[in-house]
């Protein structure tokens, strides 16, 4: 990639340069470039051309779980939490580690995007259960403390999710 070769010289002429989904994804791919670069590039980017290539979101994932100093605004990380093509598991950990309080309106959709097994925890008047592992129970954690869910408990079939009683 003649990015690649001149990359010094592109960095300097930053703010003249535009990427498209296509170069944000070749950047992301490329071990010429360390995380630090990335995010460099990554701000430089407006959300839409981001958000133009589905691989780069699952990208972005990758380097966000990776790297603790790896930050993008906050609608980024909820596209991405949001974003079928990144992996559920990663998905539950940029919700639960990156997204700071959420209102009840955005859990509702994050969880409904998860699928069938974490869409039966918004229905409040259900106790559901959920399968127990260590990013289920990262997941019922950041929702406890969010106050979404009052509790959960271990069962011989997993988690078993509790709401709120009428308040």
Do not use: C
Not at 80 to 101: G, W
């Amino acid at each position: 990639m003649f990015l690649e070769k001149f990359k010094a010289t592109y960095f300097k002429k930053l703010d003249e340069l535009e990427f498209d989904g296509n170069d944000l994804e070749n950047i992301l791919k490329s071990n010429v470039f360390n995380h630090l670069e990335k995010k460099i590039l990554i701000d430089n980017s407006s959300n839409e051309i981001i958000t133009s290539n589905l691989v780069v979101l699952e990208l972005l994932s990758s380097l966000l779980i990776q790297y603790d100093n790896f930050e993008v605004n906050n609608e980024l990380l909820k596209i991405i939490s949001l974003s079928k093509n990144v992996p559920t598991q990663d998905r539950i950990k940029i919700f639960s580690l990156r997204l700071e309080k959420q209102d009840e309106e955005f859990i509702d959709k994050f969880l409904m995007s998860l699928g069938k097994d974490y869409e039966r925890i918004t229905f409040k008047d259900r106790r559901p259960k959920v399968l127990q592992n260590s990013h289920n129970e990262l997941l019922l954690q950041t929702l406890k403390k969010q106050e979404y869910i009052s509790s959960f408990s271990k069962t011989v079939l997993g988690f078993r999710v509790h709401h709120w009683r009428k308040r």
